[in-house]
């Protein structure tokens, strides 16, 4: 795991000096070390975590034949048969490095190596030759990258914080905070500045010197159902599960995992235990709040299968930590379980640099509630457009309506309304017209706010599916937020965190699966619920589905209500983009009566970002 930026241009518009501050802010993605290549129109910047190869795998690279030069973050899972084929046709290699993998394969096979590519990752090839960049992303998305462009120069990054440096890189962008508030997260390619792109999942991109913007092609994106598709049967399934969980554990460094009680986290320890001459070390994360806690279950599955298990307090983070912590995210993310995940991944990196997590098994499989209102057809109580339009008119929100209003949505409304936390609705909670001020209701695009997912979506049908949902979740909630929250708080803690149920082999054989193989008569996680009841604790798999729970209310009312006073206070001067009586009148209510978490968490979640850069909107 690493990180990069790379900077190409014509005209020295960017300089040595600034460009190395500019890759400082990478420091924590690769604490082991730094390398850097400058030629002409390009210069290339690199941080390293030192995971694999440890002695001759620095970057950047330059290939045998000296054309290209690499900068990579990531890891190659079939580095190692693609080695191997490399090899039987005559190329030759001076380390045992994945990069330099990816890089002969570069050389070899030109861009379409990002598909012969199983693992996490996110490069750029700088063609010495052609004067040409090549770049591509992961799959779905688990490894970073994103670009701007000013003046004829390019700029590709792992993440947004190098662009700090360069403060004339856009402006904070209205639409991305409508975005934050309403999904929790800013969906690519939009980034919170103006300017500043995010690279798709499974996209690559070249560009030359010269041209306007980057030319980006999709390499791959989740496959609509087959319906010849046979699902696997519980020892097939059980193998192709262990066969990755053995090829993820691959390190020349300590490996752990997270173990939060959950049937997809408990499945991978299960199946690492079976795999480790040495007990498998294990980490959870504990809340003073029992509807909150499963540290109790994470403990009990850690002593099933015999694991090192380390516990950590989830009130060990006070104001100032939540600010700092906030305010180092590369982008306002407004996911709350950044605070635990990062808590977690701190602790887990003084004992291993590398840990296995659960993501992405829930998205696959098949394991959200909210996936079978895709079979919701029930008529709506009438007067849907009667009511809308009176509540419009006025000017305040009378508490309680939001029950009775979405019960008069359309079955697709629903879907709206429940996938985002604030949305184009006249009801309290739910209305972006009140948390935003008057001023920004246009600039932001209020009436626009489920663009984003829908033109996703659309991708796989007109119609409302259960599948669809599944689908478009693979390329909006765990791309733009699962993923996001995994890679950010534990990079920010110098952890490579993988997700072994994202792994190629698992995508190819189950995304092809419609979803009724997946969720069968109202069951979850069909596929995997057999292998987890012969496995695992009862507790784990016979109870509802849980999720990583931060009982926001009570934190934003107790140990985390001077970070919130401070955020509000400073962005009554700062950021006009809010309305401040709405939302001191939401703090206090919280204060006085609790309650109020998400409402309040997503706009405070913004201030605290811009407030630690002292920018302004």
Same mark, same amino acid.
Request: with cysteine; net charge negative.
């Given at each position: 795991?690493?990180?990069?930026?790379?900077?190409?241009?014509?005209?020295?518009?960017?300089?040595?000096?600034?460009?190395?501050?500019?890759?400082?802010?990478?420091?924590?993605?690769?604490?082991?070390? +730094?390398?850097?290549?400058?030629?002409?129109?390009?210069?290339?910047?690199?941080?390293?975590?030192?995971?694999?190869?440890?002695?001759?795998?620095?970057?950047?690279?330059?290939?045998?034949?000296?054309?290209?030069?690499?900068?990579?973050?990531?890891?190659?899972?079939?580095?190692?048969?693609?080695?191997?084929?490399?090899?039987?046709?005559?190329?030759?290699?001076?380390?045992?490095?994945?990069?330099? *993998?990816?890089?002969?394969?570069?050389?070899?096979?030109?861009?379409?190596?990002?598909?012969?590519?199983?693992?996490?990752?996110?490069?750029? *090839?700088?063609?010495?030759?052609?004067?040409?960049?090549?770049?591509?992303?992961?799959?779905?998305?688990?490894? @970073?990258?994103?670009?701007?462009?000013?003046?004829?120069?390019?700029?590709?990054?792992?993440?947004?914080?190098?662009?700090?440096?360069?403060?004339?890189?856009?402006?904070?962008?209205?639409?991305?905070?409508?975005?934050?508030?309403?999904?929790?997260?800013?969906?690519?390619?939009? #980034?919170?500045?103006?300017?500043?792109?995010?690279?798709?999942?499974?996209?690559?991109?070249?560009?030359? @010197?010269?041209?306007?913007?980057?030319?980006?092609?999709?390499?791959?994106?989740?496959?609509?159902?087959?319906?010849?598709?046979?699902?696997?049967?519980?020892?097939?399934?059980?193998?192709?599960?262990?066969?990755?969980?053995?090829?993820?554990?691959?390190?020349?460094?300590?490996?752990?995992?997270?173990? #939060?009680?959950?049937?997809?986290?408990?499945?991978?320890?299960?199946?690492?235990?079976?795999?480790?001459?040495? @007990?498998?070390?294990?980490? +959870?994360?504990?809340?003073?709040?029992?509807?909150?806690?499963?540290?109790?279950?994470?403990?009990?599955?850690?002593?099933?299968?015999?694991?090192?298990? %380390?516990?950590?307090?989830?009130?060990?983070?006070?104001?100032?930590?939540?600010?700092?912590?906030?305010?180092?995210?590369?982008?306002?993310?407004?996911?709350?379980?950044?605070?635990?995940?990062?808590?977690?991944?701190?602790?887990?990196?003084?004992?291993?640099?590398?840990?296995?997590?659960?993501?992405?098994?829930?998205?696959?499989?098949?394991?959200?509630?909210?996936?079978?209102?895709?079979?919701?057809?029930?008529?709506?109580?009438?007067?849907?457009?009667?009511?809308?339009?009176?509540?419009?008119?006025?000017?305040?929100?009378?508490?309680?309506?939001?029950?009775?209003?979405?019960?008069?949505?359309?079955?697709?409304?629903?879907?709206?309304?429940?996938?985002?936390?604030?949305?184009?609705?006249?009801?309290?909670?739910?209305?972006?017209?009140?948390?935003?001020?008057?001023?920004?209701?246009? %600039?932001?695009?209020?009436?626009?706010?489920?663009?984003?997912?829908?033109?996703?979506?659309?991708?796989?049908?007109?119609?409302?599916?259960?599948?669809?949902?599944?689908?478009?979740?693979?390329?909006?909630?765990?791309?733009?937020?699962?993923?996001?929250?995994?890679?950010?708080? #534990?990079?920010?803690?110098?952890?490579?965190?993988?997700?072994?149920?994202?792994?190629?082999?698992?995508?190819?054989?189950?995304?092809?699966?419609?979803?009724?193989?997946?969720?069968?008569?109202?069951?979850?996680?069909?596929?995997?619920?057999?292998?987890?009841?012969?496995?695992?604790?009862?507790?784990?798999?016979?109870?509802?589905?849980?999720?990583?729970?931060?009982?926001?209310?009570?934190?934003?009312?107790?140990?985390?209500?001077?970070?919130?006073?401070?955020?509000?206070?400073?962005?009554? %001067?700062?950021?006009?983009?809010?309305?401040?009586?709405?939302?001191?009148?939401?703090?206090?209510?919280?204060?006085?009566?609790?309650?109020?978490?998400?409402?309040?968490?997503?706009?405070?979640?913004?201030?605290?970002?811009?407030?630690?850069?002292?920018?302004?909107?």
């Amino acid at each position: 795991m690493c990180g990069f930026v790379a900077f190409f241009q014509d005209n020295p518009r960017i300089d040595l000096e600034i460009a190395r501050l500019a890759t400082a802010q990478l420091t924590h993605r690769g604490p082991d070390g +730094s390398g850097e290549w400058v030629e002409g129109p390009a210069m290339l910047f690199h941080r390293r975590l030192s995971i694999i190869d440890l002695a001759t795998g620095q970057q950047p690279m330059v290939s045998g034949d000296g054309r290209y030069v690499v900068v990579f973050n990531g890891e190659i899972y079939n580095f190692e048969s693609l080695r191997s084929t490399l090899q039987a046709e005559g190329i030759r290699f001076r380390t045992h490095s994945d990069t330099e *993998v990816l890089l002969e394969g570069f050389a070899h096979w030109g861009e379409s190596v990002a598909e012969r590519l199983n693992g996490i990752f996110a490069f750029v *090839v700088w063609d010495r030759r052609k004067r040409e960049v090549f770049g591509a992303r992961d799959r779905l998305g688990i490894k @970073p990258l994103c670009w701007a462009q000013v003046g004829g120069a390019l700029v590709v990054s792992s993440t947004l914080e190098p662009l700090d440096r360069l403060h004339d890189w856009g402006a904070v962008d209205p639409v991305a905070v409508r975005d934050l508030l309403a999904f929790d997260y800013i969906p690519s390619p939009r #980034s919170i500045r103006k300017g500043v792109q995010k690279l798709e999942p499974g996209c690559r991109f070249r560009w030359h @010197p010269g041209d306007q913007e980057p030319k980006i092609e999709r390499y791959w994106m989740p496959p609509r159902p087959d319906p010849q598709a046979e699902p696997p049967d519980e020892h097939t399934l059980e193998r192709l599960l262990q066969d990755v969980v053995r090829r993820q554990m691959i390190s020349d460094v300590p490996i752990g995992v997270f173990l #939060s009680g959950g049937i997809d986290s408990s499945l991978l320890v299960a199946l690492m235990a079976r795999q480790s001459e040495k @007990p498998v070390r294990s980490f +959870s994360i504990a809340f003073k709040d029992s509807a909150s806690d499963e540290s109790s279950i994470a403990g009990l599955v850690a002593r099933q299968f015999g694991t090192d298990h %380390t516990v950590l307090p989830a009130e060990d983070c006070g104001p100032d930590l939540l600010l700092n912590l906030l305010g180092s995210l590369d982008e306002p993310f407004a996911d709350p379980a950044v605070v635990p995940t990062y808590l977690l991944a701190k602790m887990t990196a003084g004992y291993v640099k590398v840990a296995l997590s659960g993501d992405g098994g829930d998205e696959v499989f098949g394991g959200y509630p909210k996936y079978l209102l895709g079979n919701d057809h029930s008529a709506p109580l009438p007067g849907y457009a009667a009511l809308d339009r009176s509540l419009r008119a006025v000017n305040w929100r009378p508490r309680g309506m939001s029950h009775l209003y979405w019960r008069t949505l359309s079955p697709e409304a629903r879907i709206q309304w429940s996938w985002v936390r604030y949305g184009d609705f006249p009801v309290f909670r739910k209305d972006l017209r009140q948390v935003l001020g008057d001023e920004y209701h246009g %600039t932001a695009g209020v009436s626009e706010y489920f663009e984003p997912w829908e033109r996703r979506a659309r991708r796989y049908g007109e119609s409302i599916s259960v599948d669809l949902l599944m689908r478009a979740d693979l390329e909006t909630y765990l791309s733009e937020n699962c993923l996001v929250k995994t890679d950010r708080a #534990s990079m920010l803690a110098s952890l490579e965190v993988r997700v072994p149920f994202l792994d190629e082999w698992i995508l190819d054989r189950i995304l092809p699966l419609h979803a009724d193989h997946k969720i069968i008569n109202g069951t979850l996680k069909a596929l995997l619920m057999p292998l987890a009841k012969r496995l695992l604790p009862r507790q784990v798999w016979d109870r509802p589905k849980h999720g990583f729970h931060v009982p926001l209310d009570r934190f934003l009312a107790g140990s985390w209500k001077p970070a919130v006073d401070a955020a509000l206070d400073w962005g009554e %001067t700062h950021a006009r983009v809010f309305d401040y009586g709405y939302l001191r009148g939401l703090h206090a209510r919280n204060v006085a009566h609790g309650g109020i978490g998400r409402e309040l968490w997503n706009p405070f979640v913004f201030l605290s970002w811009a407030m630690a850069r002292s920018y302004s909107i």
